[in-house]
């Protein structure tokens, strides 16, 4: 540990004081209450003492010269072999910032044998472009705290053409440029099936269960059991919707039952995937109204079926989407192989 | 409820003050038999004689540091200061003794003194009788200051004053010693550092201290018919300042306007400005927006002295800018 020995303030209004003449040499032992120099103000002389048993180094004044008050003058220390590297005059503290950091970085850098990996960069103070150029959003305080909340990006204003600043009243426009923006996002895929095998499989399984088997039971339990595979979930929740009225329900783990037991949960659950089965509809395709973030299309052609999966790239990555399908797919073409 | 004026709230709680605790008395000039150039203090000697209400010498550090003194040593005198002004001719006895006399003295010695003066423009008084400096008082540690903005709020603020053990100074609107309000007849007390909530709202916060509690008034009601609802607290002490109230209305209406009658320039609005920031940033949508009187000497032009202060218009035209996203 170095300590400081500074230029004393010995007047109400001193701005340097005048070092007379030291009265120890560099690398001297010294005792607390040792005379160390003799300083000189307009109205009196008087000797600073040292403030703690060492030893005396560093000697960066002269004497016979006028000394900024607060400037360190020397150092000292418990034993000759912590003497401080470097000693900053006070004026070129700031400009030598950096360089200070950096040096104890590298010792303690070297300390801990290179093994932190947090080694402080010496900070240049720079300011990002933004500020100079007038590119910072200007918004108030309120709607940077809403906007932050729930996760909005307020350059989604400044690209749609609003007048900054923006307020709090913006929040409502945000939101939906938001949303669409993360409409726009979304990913999707689309097969075509050859529905042959599917239709005599629905066939067999129905003359030999007395239930009625719906294909949509088939379906929700085939994607299903891809999701299980796909996005190692323990509980899978589909919420199905089917009929020109796209009517909702909830099927429950249903590749885990039989199929003929497979029937709608009354129960709230979390819900993994959506799936539009249009294939007693009109309709061969349809946009989606909610931000699920799967959601499978099923929908007819004469001998095919065609599948769509709409993804959200921030939850499926496009490897596991491709798979997801593919393995949705692979069910549907060998529907037999999935009962064995 | 009986209305009164300002001025004879005032005199009602010094009159009733004395007649409870015989160690209050009262100095000043023109005190006694003048009752003051306001006529505020009229018929006090008649009832108290002129041992207690005491006629001084034309010298304001002379009789404000009797009156510190006679405070230090257990009476508890009321000095009448008659122009804001001469503040500055009081300065060290206020200052350097009142204020710090309980701190020096490690809590052995108090100073239980009112000082009532007063504040104000567009009385045509001139550049030396038109000032309102509370500010300055203000920014002293040790020294309360209280704003009355109503004769009901001038009798209650009052009657704490004296009954305080330490320095207040009570700053009067010159021009509102006529101003009637409803004053109860029962005694009553208004704590220090408790603001009131004159007129609730919703979309902005008029914080107004003494003369512009009115015009923020006035500026709610005409804001209110242009659909904006204007929330105007009156903090009554701004030393000790009620900050909660303050912050927490700024976090309801996200905008606020600070208005007083002192110089803009570091007072009272800029002071208030900077706790919002500093306490509610995060929720306010605008800046903070001032309005003081104007940084000149107070002229004696009417024409030009109107213009220094702020008025209902100007507050409502700048509330409407902020509410039109202008600001």
């Known amino acids: 540990m170095a300590y400081e020995i500074i230029m004393p303030a010995l007047g109400m209004a001193q701005e340097t004081g005048r070092l007379v003449a030291w009265l120890k040499n560099e690398g001297d032992a010294v005792s607390k209450g040792d005379p160390l120099m003799e300083v000189e103000t307009d109205k009196s002389t008087m000797e600073v003492e040292a403030p703690k048993d060492g030893f005396l180094v560093n000697i960066t004044a002269l004497a016979n010269t006028d000394i900024p008050v607060g400037e360190v003058v020397a150092h000292i220390v418990d034993n000759l072999d912590d003497i401080p590297t470097k000693v900053m005059k006070k004026a070129d503290l700031a400009s030598e910032k950096t360089v200070i950091e950096s040096d104890e970085t590298q010792k303690q850098a070297t300390n801990k044998g290179n093994t932190d990996n947090k080694v402080r960069l010496p900070r240049t103070v720079k300011y990002p472009n933004s500020i100079i150029t007038g590119e910072k959003i200007l918004a108030s305080p309120k709607l940077r705290s809403l906007a932050a909340a729930e996760n909005l990006d307020l350059k989604n204003l400044r690209n749609a053409g609003y007048t900054e600043p923006f307020k709090a009243a913006d929040i409502a426009i945000l939101k939906q440029l938001s949303v669409r923006e993360n409409i726009s996002l979304r990913r999707n895929a689309t097969s075509l099936l050859d529905k042959t095998s599917f239709d005599m499989f629905l066939t067999e399984i129905n003359s030999a269960s007395q239930n009625l088997i719906s294909a949509s039971v088939v379906f929700a339990s085939f994607i299903s059991a891809s999701l299980r595979i796909t996005m190692n979930e323990v509980d899978i929740g589909i919420n199905y919707k089917s009929g020109n009225e796209l009517q909702s329900v909830i099927y429950n783990n249903p590749d885990k039952q039989q199929l003929g037991d497979v029937s709608p949960t009354d129960l709230e659950m979390p819900v993994l995937a959506e799936v539009n089965d249009l294939t007693f509809t009109d309709f061969i395709q349809l946009s989606g109204d909610t931000n699920s973030n799967i959601i499978f299309t099923i929908s007819n052609f004469t001998d095919q079926l065609m599948i769509t999966l709409d993804w959200d790239p921030n939850s499926l990555n496009q490897a596991d989407a491709l798979k997801l399908l593919l393995d949705v797919g692979k069910r549907i073409k060998s529907p037999l192989k999935q009962l064995l | ?327």
């Open chain 2, 1 to 327: 409820m009986r209305e009164i004026t300002f001025g004879a709230a005032v005199n009602e709680a010094i009159a009733e003050e004395m007649r409870l605790d015989d160690r209050v008395i009262i100095l000043g000039e023109d005190v006694a038999e003048a009752g003051t150039p306001f006529k505020v203090l009229s018929g006090l000697v008649e009832e108290f004689g002129t041992q207690r209400v005491v006629d001084t010498p034309i010298s304001e550090p002379g009789f404000t540091g009797i009156a510190v003194g006679a405070a230090m040593t257990g009476l508890r005198p009321i000095v009448d200061l008659m122009f804001g002004d001469f503040l500055f001719l009081i300065m060290d006895q206020l200052c350097n003794q009142a204020a710090k006399t309980h701190y020096m003295s490690g809590g052995k010695l108090n100073v239980p003194m009112v000082l009532r003066t007063n504040m104000g423009a567009t009385r045509r008084s001139a550049a030396q009788h038109s000032q309102s400096l509370h500010a300055l008082v203000a920014h002293i540690p040790g020294l309360k200051v209280a704003m009355p903005s109503s004769a009901y709020e001038a009798k209650g603020l009052m009657k704490t004053a004296i009954r305080d053990n330490n320095p207040v100074v009570i700053f009067e609107d010159k021009l509102m010693y006529n101003d009637k309000a409803k004053v109860p007849e029962e005694e009553y007390l208004i704590n220090f550092g408790e603001a009131e909530v004159l007129h609730s709202g919703k979309d902005i916060t008029l914080i107004a201290t003494s003369s512009m509690v009115q015009q923020a008034e006035l500026a709610a009601k005409s804001l209110a018919e242009k659909n904006i609802s204007a929330e105007v607290i009156d903090p009554r002490t701004i030393s000790p300042l009620d900050e909660t109230t303050i912050i927490n209305s700024v976090k309801k209406t996200s905008h606020a306007i600070v208005i007083d009658e002192g110089h803009k320039n570091f007072g009272i609005t800029a002071e208030i400005a900077a706790r919002i920031s500093e306490k509610a940033f995060y929720y306010l949508d605008a800046p903070v927006q001032r309005l003081g009187a104007m940084d000149v000497p107070v002229p004696f032009s009417p024409a030009l002295e109107d213009l220094t202060v702020p008025t209902a218009q100007q507050i409502h035209n700048r509330a409407v800018m902020i509410l039109e996203r202008k600001i």
